[in-house]
C-alpha cells in the first residue's frame, strides 16, 4: 500500500525566499507529524497535528515556520524568508491515533531543503 | 521532558549479535520505550516497542531492566543492512503526544 509521501524530494532556494513543503499522509492516519533533521544531527519535533483538534507548533522555531492540514489530510509546511541555517531534511510521519501510548509513526522519505 | 541517552556510535562484525543501549532514568510510570532506526538517506522505521515486558519481533528484541531505567535493543544476528541510527525514543509525558528524537547510536557492521 501506499506509504507516506513527500514532495518535492530535493528544494534548492534563495535565501529570503519563501518555500512550501507538501506531506501525503497514509489515508486514515489522523495523527500527522514534522521533523528537521540538520546534517548529523537527530530529528527536531516541529509541530503535530491530531485529528481537528488545535495543533501542537511548540517545536517551530521562529514565527517564519508555519504549518496547515487541510481536511484532515494533507499537509503543508511554510517557510517565510528562508535563511541558510533552515537548511535541513524536513521529514514527515503519520500515524493511526494520537491518544495513545503507543503509535507506530510512519514517515516519509523527506524533503531536502538547501538555503543558498 | 523525559530524556534518553545513547553511545554515538557502536561497530558490530557480521552475523554476530548487537546490544544496544539505552538509558532513560527520568521514565515516567506510563511512558512507552519505542525504537526506530534510520536508515541511509531515508526516513525512520518502527523497531520495536515494549512498556514493562521484555519484547520480541521479527527485527529485534527490547529487553527492559526491572526498574525501567534503562532498556536494550538486542540484534540477534547484524547484517549489512542494519547499519544504520538507531533512536530510543521516549514518548513526551506531557500530554502532547510528540516523541522526542536524540541522536541515536550510529551502529556501523563490518563485514
Known amino acids: 500500500g501506499a506509504g507516506v509521501s513527500q514532495s518535492p524530494s530535493n528544494k534548492v532556494t534563495e535565501k529570503g525566499k519563501d518555500v512550501e513543503l507538501r506531506c501525503d499522509p497514509i489515508?486514515?492516519?489522523?495523527?500527522l507529524y514534522w521533523y528537521r533533521q540538520s546534517l548529523g544531527q537527530g530529528l527536531e519535533f516541529l509541530i503535530y497535528?491530531?485529528?481537528?483538534?488545535?495543533?501542537?507548533k511548540s517545536g517551530l522555531p521562529s514565527d517564519r515556520f508555519s504549518a496547515e492540514r487541510t481536511g484532515g489530510s494533507v499537509s503543508t509546511l511554510t517557510i517565510q524568508r528562508t535563511q541558510q541555517e533552515d537548511s535541513a531534511v524536513y521529514l514527515c510521519?503519520?500515524?493511526?491515533?494520537?491518544?495513545?501510548?503507543?503509535?507506530?509513526?510512519?514517515f516519509g522519505p523527506g524533503t531536502r531543503l538547501t538555503v543558498l | 521532558d523525559a530524556k534518553t541517552t545513547q553511545p554515538n556510535s557502536m561497530e558490530s562484525n557480521e552475523e554476530e549479535p548487537v546490544h544496544l543501549p539505552c538509558n532513560h532514568s527520568?521514565?515516567?510510570?506510563?511512558?512507552?520505550i519505542h525504537w526506530y532506526r534510520q536508515l541511509p538517506s531515508q526516513g525512520p522505521e518502527y523497531v520495536i516497542h515494549?512498556?514493562?515486558s521484555n519484547v520480541n519481533n521479527r527485527m529485534a528484541s527490547l529487553a527492559i531492566a526491572e526498574d525501567r531505567k534503562s532498556s536494550t535493543l538486542i540484534l540477534h544476528r547484524a547484517t549489512l543492512r542494519d547499519a544504520a541510527v538507531y533512536y530510543c525514543?521516549?514518548?513526551?509525558?506531557?500530554?502532547?503526544?510528540?516523541?522526542?528524537f536524540g541522536t541515536g547510536t550510529r551502529l556501523k557492521v563490518l563485514a
Open positions: 510521519a503519520s500515524s493511526l491515533a494520537g491518544k495513545r501510548s503507543f503509535n507506530e509513526q510512519f
Open positions: 489515508s486514515g492516519h489522523t495523527a
Open positions: 497535528f491530531q485529528g481537528n483538534s488545535a495543533p501542537d
Open positions: 527520568t521514565i515516567s510510570g506510563t511512558d512507552y
Open positions: 515494549g512498556l514493562t
Open positions: 525514543i521516549l514518548r513526551d509525558p506531557s500530554g502532547t503526544y510528540k516523541y522526542i
